[in-house]
């Protein structure tokens, strides 16, 4: 996967605002507890919350990404559990806290992976457990849309292109590094959209932050 090769420059990528909400919202309910962080890229949340004396279990699609992501929490002096996982897949593990920030949920291109995802989570939560996680908004998707950009990561160039897609609400970022290029796509559903499938899988929203680009979302089970 080409975005193994971008793994070592991820953290470039970070936005750290985001994480740090993140870190807000849990630390107003929680002085302490299990986490498990989905789709945890290099580990900057997850380097976050292990600094703030939470048990963190941070999992990734990606090898190269879990990889740079441990390397950086042992730099740290951190014990963070790592382990590749696909959010379609059921969790094994019970935890305080869930998240899956930096719209990861946006990679699900359809609601029966969404809701299948949602069903898996709940399934790990208990009745004090929380799920945080952001989703882009349709009109910041838009408005990506025609974007290129060159950025130099050392040696190399990577180039991002952005474009629509035949689906509505759906963006396609093909990237280039050295000759080599990837397509992965990004959805998004309206709000009550993502109110039904959380609905669905017995959770509800108890609290929404509505950024410029994403509105992040903290649930309970019902």
């Not at 985001?18 to 002085?31: A, D, G, S, V």
């Not at 474009?163 to 009550?192: L, R, Y």
Request: net charge negative.
């Amino acid at each position: 996967m080409i975005y193994d090769k971008l793994a070592a420059y991820y953290d470039e990528f970070v936005d750290q605002n985001l994480n740090k909400l993140y870190l807000e919202l849990i630390t107003k309910r929680f002085t302490e507890g299990t986490i498990v962080d989905l789709g945890c890229g290099t580990g900057p949340l997850a380097i976050m919350l292990a600094k703030n004396n939470f048990f963190v279990t941070a999992t990734d699609i990606s090898d190269q990404m879990l990889e740079v992501a441990y390397n950086n929490s042992a730099n740290e002096g951190l014990n963070i559990n790592f382990f590749v996982h696909n959010i379609l897949d059921p969790l094994n593990i019970d935890c305080d806290i869930i998240t899956m920030s930096s719209d990861v949920i946006n990679y699900l291109d359809n609601e029966n992976d969404v809701e299948k995802a949602f069903r898996n989570i709940k399934e790990v939560m208990n009745s004090n457990s929380v799920f945080i996680f952001d989703y882009l908004k349709l009109s910041y998707l838009n408005s990506l849309i025609g974007h290129q950009e060159e950025i130099k990561m050392g040696e190399s160039t990577l180039i991002w292109e952005v474009n629509s897609t035949s689906k509505t609400a759906q963006i396609s970022h093909k990237v280039t590094i050295d000759g080599e290029e990837e397509t992965h796509t990004q959805t998004t559903f309206a709000e009550d959209q993502y109110d039904k499938l959380l609905n669905n899988a017995k959770m509800e929203t108890i609290e929404k932050i509505i950024l410029d680009d994403r509105i992040v979302l903290v649930c309970k089970k019902i």
